[in-house]
């Protein structure tokens, strides 16, 4: 691969360092790519989590079995149960639980075979 001159160099160096129109179109261009390759990823994760909201929006969980489908769906799909039509909410339970009632007591028993 063949190198740049050195003369080359010094000369971009020499637009950088001397306040000439040329230096300040350069180190504008430098400026605004910067500020592209910076803004770009900020907007994209804004959009991102924009959408993320307007989706949870159009959701609702199944009462049943904790599914989360859209809003409109008359059967929940993974369990059969037919879903509330008046639903406006966004995905959340209505239902106020406490975790002591749900938790699953799991105990040990020995188990002899018959052979």
Same mark, same amino acid.
């Given at each position: 691969?063949?190198?740049?001159?050195?003369?080359?160099?010094?000369?971009?160096?020499?637009?950088?360092?001397?306040?000439?129109?040329?230096?300040? *179109?350069?180190?504008?261009? *430098?400026? &605004?790519?910067?500020?592209?390759?910076?803004? *770009?990823?900020?907007?994209?994760?804004?959009?991102?989590?924009? &959408?993320?909201?307007?989706? @949870? +929006? %159009?959701?609702?969980? $199944? @009462?049943? $079995?904790?599914? #989360?489908?859209?809003?409109?769906?008359? %059967? $929940?799909?993974? $369990? &059969?149960? +037919?879903?509330?039509?008046?639903?406006?909410?966004?995905?959340? +339970?209505?239902?106020?639980?406490?975790? +002591?009632?749900? #938790?699953?007591? *799991? #105990?040990? @028993?020995?188990?002899?075979?018959?052979?």
């Amino acid at each position: 691969m063949k190198r740049p001159p050195a003369l080359l160099w010094f000369a971009v160096l020499l637009l950088l360092l001397l306040p000439t129109a040329a230096g300040r *179109v350069l180190l504008d261009l *430098v400026g &605004g790519l910067a500020l592209v390759l910076l803004a *770009v990823p900020l907007l994209l994760t804004g959009l991102g989590w924009i &959408g993320w909201k307007v989706l @949870q +929006s %159009r959701m609702v969980i $199944c @009462q049943a $079995c904790g599914t #989360t489908v859209f809003k409109g769906v008359e %059967r $929940c799909p993974a $369990c &059969g149960t +037919s879903m509330p039509l008046d639903s406006s909410g966004p995905a959340t +339970s209505n239902t106020a639980v406490p975790a +002591s009632d749900v #938790t699953i007591d *799991v #105990t040990a @028993q020995e188990v002899k075979s018959d052979s």
